[in-house]
């Protein structure tokens, strides 16, 4: 050992003031940025001259956070996918919110790993648990888990199902040389459930598409046909998904008889509410939505609506213990000691995939907290009145047609361009979508209904207003207008 004194090293600055100068100065621009979104466009292009300014060799050495956050305000931040701005209604996007970004700096600057323990973090995500299992009419008891989004909820909960009726200890002996499994969802499911039953190992090829009736609702019979003749071809039938709110039209399936068919059959009855289980809460809503409170499991999203930035999801479990019996893994290094930072009841890790979990039911409490669930109620209604207000504009516009019924939030039209066959048209209406999103006006997405391709509009959006849809019918008409006269 030498006397010499080292200089260790940290990532922490060297100059606190300056940095924290710099955060003031980040979260003036970041509020400026949002407070201006209706005045920037709702998408634009990304240049490649910004492509080449975030790239350049592998930095090796240190570089000088001024003009690191000069490069971001230049090169990333003008260039959104656009899911903030007030006519942005793609795909089913969430629009986060200033208070969000704030939770997000917080939840961050404490960093704490939410694996479980005592410790704030693991309590506030356990609480906010309880505040969604009493929304949604689980038990007290139920188990539950925040998640990356919708599509990891419904792989967890898809993971409980099939380990609990497998009827045997799948964990210890695998999928080998058994019956196969199957899982049945209406033709509309979402596609993560196709990644979900993949992954599990249950095959495509099990994954039965039951038939969908006008309203884009599962066909019972037809179900339960499909069931009944499974088990004839001496298959193991173990789980029903059902819809809350189906992806491309915000259809919702007879959840009532599903529940009362997974009971019949023994089935795990697991609903995707991913934007739809909100509906929920609003008490025009609760007959239509009337069974999922049977569900054996739920998945849901709070950054669609409820409006929290990415990412938020939710699976809860009506059984803890099937719950924890399809996750729990306990090696020597994670043993609970029953005290420290180690101790208490919430072990999250023993609910999921992951072992190391970020905070996110900070911004989630936060949300609950400081809006409260009757205004973010209120915000669903209001998004829900947006979605039949477009429909009527849709509906008494000579040249636009709905494509399919409107219950929800999602309505899907599309451009009746005089003496078209249905391919030209369904060629028009495309090339109509790419130019509005290019136009900055307004992102919709597009879906194809029974063959037409259709502009779709889905609104998880907390600043959309009315005079936003007038301005994208006008931009429809307009855009479709200048088509023709090229055509
Ligand atoms: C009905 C439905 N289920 C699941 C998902 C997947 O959710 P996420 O995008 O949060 O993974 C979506 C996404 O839009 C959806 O609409």
Redesign the pocket.
């Known amino acids: 050992m030498t006397n010499e004194k080292r200089q260790e090293e940290t990532l922490d600055p060297r100059d606190w003031d300056e940095l924290r100068a710099l955060g003031h100065q980040m979260i003036d621009d970041m509020f400026a940025h949002m407070q201006s979104l209706r005045e920037q466009p709702t998408w634009q292009p990304y240049p490649e001259t910004a492509r080449e300014q975030i790239g350049g060799a592998l930095p090796q050495d240190e570089g000088d956070v001024f003009q690191v956050y000069e490069n971001f305000k230049e090169n990333i931040l003008p260039y959104p996918n656009g899911n903030l701005h007030p006519r942005f209604w793609g ?3 969430g629009t986060g919110t200033p208070l969000g970004a704030l939770s997000e700096l917080l939840a961050a600057a404490m960093n704490p790993n939410v694996g479980g323990g005592n410790h704030s973090a693991a309590h506030v995500e356990a609480q906010v648990l309880d505040w969604l299992k009493e929304i949604f009419d689980f038990p007290r008891a139920a188990s539950g888990l925040l998640v ?7 792989f967890v909960g898809l993971a409980v199902a099939r380990n609990a009726k497998a009827g045997y200890d799948i964990r210890h002996e695998g999928l080998w040389n058994r019956k196969p499994f199957v899982v049945y969802g209406s033709a509309e ?2 596609s ?2 196709l990644k979900s039953v993949e992954l599990l190992g249950i095959g495509n090829k099990f994954f039965r598409r039951i038939a969908v009736n006008d309203a884009y609702e599962i066909d019972v019979n037809a179900l339960r046909e499909a069931i009944v003749q499974d088990i004839a071809n001496d298959l193991q039938p173990i789980c029903l998904i059902g ?1 809350a ?3 491309n039209t915000g259809a919702f399936d007879n959840l009532d008889a599903m529940a009362n068919l997974a009971r019949e059959f023994n089935l795990w009855f697991h609903v ?5 289980a909100w509906a929920y809460t609003l008490p025009e809503f609760r007959a239509q939505l009337h069974g999922m409170e049977r569900a054996d499991s739920l ?1 849901f ?1 709070l ?2 609506w409820f409006y929290v930035p990415y ?1 938020a ?1 939710t699976t809860l479990v009506r059984s803890d213990a099937a719950h924890l019996q399809t996750f729990t893994t306990t090696p020597p290094y994670l043993k609970q000691t029953g005290r420290g930072p180690h101790g208490g009841q919430n072990w999250f890790t023993d609910y999921g995939v992951q072992l190391s979990r970020g905070f996110r039911a900070l911004k989630i409490w936060t949300a609950f907290k400081t809006f409260g669930m009757k205004k973010l109620a209120r915000l669903f209604s209001q998004n829900i009145a947006q979605a039949q207000y477009l429909a009527q504009l849709v509906q008494s516009a000579p040249n636009l047609e709905l494509t399919a019924p409107h219950p929800l939030n999602i309505v899907c039209f599309r451009y009746l361009a005089p003496n078209m066959t249905d391919e030209q048209l369904n060629a028009f209406n495309q090339e109509l979508l790419a130019r509005i999103q290019e136009s900055g006006i307004a992102v919709p997405s597009s879906t194809n209904l029974r063959g037409k391709f259709s502009l779709r509009v889905a609104i998880t959006n907390h600043r959309s207003r009315r005079e936003d849809f007038d301005l994208l019918i006008e931009a429809v008409e307009r855009i479709a207008g200048n088509l023709l006269e090229e055509s």
């Open positions: 795909w089913v996007q990356s989004g919708g599509s990891m909820a419904n499911m979402h993560s459930l819809n709110g189906t992806v995707d509410g991913a934007f739809g998945a999203d950054h669609k990412e999801g």
